[in-house]
């Protein structure tokens, strides 16, 4: 069974920046898309980044693209988020995934497509 753990989140003001980690077990990470998403109270679950197994595709939704960046090291079962220029409206609970196809679109991303998940970190952006 994949497990998936995030780590890194936390509190930082506008302007600064975060990287979060996604940590698989369970398996390798050869052979899986890792999408992250977030979810900010009262909103669903927004698709932000995804990374193809191999030299597939990358995503990056409009509201993060040029500010995140996403990245995988698959000999350490790990991929990271970079969040740079943080503001507010970013402050959500993310979540990565795992899409056993290993397929990753550049022009959409759904979560349905994911089957294992993380349990969440919270990241604040706040002055």
């Known amino acids: 069974q994949l497990q998936l753990v995030e780590s890194g989140g936390g509190l930082v003001q506008p302007g600064g920046s975060l990287r979060l980690s996604c940590t698989v077990s369970?398996?390798?990470?050869?052979?899986?898309?890792i999408g992250w998403f977030r979810q900010a109270p009262g909103f669903g679950r927004e698709a932000l980044s995804c990374?193809?197994?191999?030299?597939?595709?990358?995503y990056y939704g409009h509201s993060v693209k040029g500010r995140f960046t996403i990245s995988r090291d698959n000999a350490k079962n790990r991929v990271y988020l970079q969040m740079d220029r943080l503001i507010p409206e970013d402050t959500a609970v993310y979540y990565c995934?795992?899409?056993?196809?290993?397929?990753?679109?550049?022009?959409?991303?759904?979560?349905?497509?994911?089957?294992?998940w993380g349990q969440g970190i919270q990241v604040t952006v706040s002055s």
């Open positions: 995934a795992a899409d056993p196809s290993g397929y990753c679109s550049e022009y959409a991303m759904h979560e349905y497509e994911y089957d294992y």
């Open positions: 369970g398996s390798t990470l050869d052979g899986y898309a």
């Open positions: 990374s193809s197994s191999g030299d597939g595709g990358t």
